[in-house]
């Protein structure tokens, strides 16, 4: 499947890629990359020669239904690893076990340090996990950039448009130098930090230090608020409506005062047939 798939994307979206020398011929590798779009992890394992594993949602694997099995056979025919990520901590454990186990079997291992897909296309601030496979393993980490990725399919597009993205293939970090110091987190964070530097100087994204996840947290709870002043104003503009279209006081309007008159007409009538009769 992954033959067919790559075939596919080059041949429809033509990728071009830089640095392609830097992926080892074989042995064990961390391939880091930043996060714009779904499909960066189609993109990428489509112009390599090696298997590259990549983690995904549990959910993609154990969805009901015809739909549901053929996205599961979908997602493993790529090379995608199932995890559970509601868990929490315990999610991030699974994960660094899994990425783990992929390297000591000298395959690649590709992980996305951010966490999640870029809202608004910067680079966000690493998550530990990538070094944490690092200094377990000892294994080497390729820094990758996807360029233009987000532009070809972005969030909630289901129909990707037809453009050349790109990738970027930095030279191997070595950390060797920290081996078995994973349960440092001042060394772990260094270490995240030096791989979000190269991702950054090969992506020429701008770089924002807070988490993925905070700053979607962010954006949602600003298109809220902006959703309800909208409606705050659109409630103010129907009530000053209203008022301007009220009657000044004291002011009968027009039909009120010839129902009246009506009224008075009537009344008089009756009265001069009773004293004529």
């Known amino acids: 499947m992954k033959l067919s798939i790559g075939g596919t994307l080059r041949l429809a979206f033509r990728p071009w890629v830089e640095g392609l020398e830097n992926i080892p011929a074989e042995g064990p590798a961390i391939l880091a990359s930043n996060h714009l779009s779904f499909s960066d992890s189609f993109f990428l ?5 090696r298997k590259v594993t990549f983690i995904a949602k549990a959910e993609y694997f154990t969805s009901p239904g015809v739909k549901g099995k053929l996205t599961a056979a979908f997602f493993k025919g790529v090379g995608q690893l199932p995890v559970d990520r509601s868990g929490g901590r315990a999610a991030g454990e699974a994960a660094v076990r899994s990425g783990a186990g992929v390297v000591e079997r000298g395959e690649l291992f590709g992980i996305y340090p951010e966490g999640t897909r870029s809202p608004d296309g910067r680079l966000y601030r690493g998550k530990p996990g990538v070094a944490r496979v690092a200094l377990a393993t000892g294994a080497p980490v390729i820094p990758v950039a996807m360029i233009d990725t987000e532009k070809i399919q972005p969030p909630g597009k289901v129909v990707p448009k037809l453009m050349r993205p790109g990738i970027r293939i930095g030279k191997p970090l070595d950390f060797s130098r920290y081996h078995g110091m994973e349960g440092d987190r001042f060394i772990l964070r ?7 530097y190269e991702i950054m100087k090969l992506s020429g994204q701008e770089y924002v230090d807070i988490y993925a996840t905070v700053a979607k947290r962010q954006l949602t709870e600003e298109a809220k608020r902006r959703k309800e002043d909208e409606k705050a104003q659109e409630k103010a503009q129907e009530k000053a409506g209203e008022k301007d279209r009220e009657p ?7 039909g009120a005062r010839g129902a009246q008159g009506a009224q008075g007409a009537r009344g008089a009538r009756e009265e001069g047939e009773d004293a004529g009769a």
């Open 45 to 49: 394992p489509a112009m390599l020669d």
């Open 190 to 196: 260094s270490v995240t930090d030096e791989i979000m």
């Open 248 to 254: 000044a006081g004291g002011e009968r309007a027009p």
